[in-house]
């Protein structure tokens, strides 16, 4: 019985038996890893190339990275340094402005009762007044500017507690801007002229702008906690104590706004609860690494269409 002709895949000519093939410009197959005479697998191509593969899925896999890479061998991460120090300078500066109202205590008699607001604080002609209405606009810009420059991609899942702290520092400016004009926690005719909306615009934007910073950073948070559930880091475990609190603590801040009872108390417990979710967002945005990962069609990766060699006829 005659022996059979193995045929070139590129020239298509015959070829005598026991001759190494040389296929589409590769190497002979018994130069390559393998075994004698056999045919180079796509994972021996692709050790050839300098990347590591399994035989088994060299077709399927997304990420080539070599088994054993790091996600610090790419020296990459989400935001470049000094991105991050503006993120922290622009967030650590807003929070403090942020955080006036701890300074009141320090002065007897600036609040007259743990019922009042501390919004009432604000109004023009008080005591300092002026002095915590550019407080809260200060505070709403540098955070504003923390979070733009740590930019909605610095993680592509966070990006929708990204809007919600965003929104939740525009709130916070548009409080500082509009000032309410009387003290609804603790003047009862003020009060009542506000629910018959016969005071000026200012007031009912500095309450709607408050509504909306108390919301946006309870939405946020909540993103937050859900985004990273089951996880063990630090942030995540920081988020579902929070979360904790925020379900305890919103019916005891609707039960004092409702009676008019220890609102100023219930504000201080919760702006200390929106400084940790800011700090902890802050901290998750600026430590997120990203890893560039070699796709199909980058550089250095095999073409959508490569085949394995060893495909010729016999």
């Not at 130069?31 to 593969?53: C, F, I, R, T, V």
């Not at 008019?260 to 979710?277: D, L």
């Amino acid at each position: 019985m005659a022996e059979p002709q193995v045929t070139g895949r590129a020239t298509g000519a015959s070829v005598p038996p026991g001759t190494s093939v040389g296929v589409q410009g590769l190497p002979a197959a018994d130069h390559l890893p393998g075994a004698a005479g056999q045919a180079p697998s796509a994972a021996d191509h692709l050790a050839g190339a300098g990347a590591a593969a399994d035989p088994g899925d060299a077709h399927t896999r997304t990420d080539l990275r070599p088994r054993g890479h790091s996600f610090a061998d790419d020296g990459a991460t989400g935001l470049a340094r000094s991105r991050r120090v503006l993120v922290w300078i622009a967030g650590v500066g807003g929070l403090l402005a942020y955080n006036w109202w701890v300074l009141v205590p320090l002065k007897p008699g600036l609040m007259t009762s743990p019922n009042e607001l501390f919004s009432n604080l604000e109004i023009t002609g008080q005591p300092y007044a002026a002095a915590m209405q550019h407080a809260d606009v200060l505070a709403g810009v540098l955070l504003l500017t923390a979070f733009l420059a740590a930019g909605r991609r610095s993680f592509a899942a966070g990006r929708r507690d990204w809007l919600a702290m965003m929104a939740f520092a525009a709130a916070g400016l548009a409080g500082g801007l509009f000032p309410e004009v009387c003290a609804d926690g603790i003047n009862a005719v003020c009060r009542s002229r506000e629910w018959h909306f016969e005071l000026p615009l200012s007031q009912y934007v500095h309450i709607v702008a408050g509504i909306f910073e108390f919301a946006a950073i309870t939405i946020a948070l909540f993103i937050a906690m859900r985004r990273t559930r089951g996880s063990q880091a630090h942030t995540a475990r920081v988020y579902r104590r929070l979360w904790q609190g925020a379900l305890v603590c919103y019916p005891l801040l609707g039960l004092a706004y409702l009676l008019n009872r220890m609102g100023g108390v219930m504000e201080a417990v919760f702006f200390v609860g929106f400084t940790f979710t800011v700090v902890t967002q802050i901290a998750e945005r600026t430590s997120h690494r990203v890893s560039p990962v070699l796709t199909a069609g980058s550089p250095g990766a095999p073409a959508a269409d490569y085949e394995p060699c060893g495909s010729g006829t016999v």
